[in-house]
């Protein structure tokens, strides 16, 4: 197993950008960041979209080089885009761990009939979901 030792990279990121945002003239030229935050949250979001796709193309395909590639360039665009919505690395770290305190692992919610997770079961520790 891969350890990393260091400062967060994506609280760099996310700091790094939100300086960018406030301080545009600080970007050099030719910069992605720049060129991503002149374009827009759209454009922002469907960079996420398509850097999703490649990543599952990636998966598909066994390509344990070009996924790690892939998952850091999905990594950076969906950093930009939450800098660009003002939603921090901490927030997107403190659902993890309330889906991890609430159901044993910090998995997907499932969906609901009325579209909240409300109505989901607690686990029993392990994932599973306790039977009612």
Do not use: H, W
């Amino acid at each position: 197993m891969v350890q990393y030792i260091g400062p967060d990279p994506l609280r760099s990121l996310y700091d790094a950008v939100q300086t960018l945002r406030r301080e545009p003239s600080a970007l050099p030229d030719g910069s992605r960041t720049a060129k991503l935050l002149a374009q827009g949250r759209a454009r922002m979001a469907r960079k996420v979209g398509e850097e999703a796709i490649e990543v599952a193309i990636e998966a598909m395909r066994g390509d344990r080089t070009a996924l790690v590639m892939e998952a850091a360039d999905l990594f950076y665009n969906l950093v930009v885009l939450l800098a660009d919505l003002d939603i921090s690395p901490d927030e997107i770290l403190a659902e993890l761990r309330r889906r991890e305190i609430a159901f044993g692992i910090a998995e997907k919610l499932p969906k609901s009939d009325e579209g909240t997770a409300s109505t989901v079961a607690p686990t029993n520790g392990v994932g599973k979901r306790a039977k009612r």
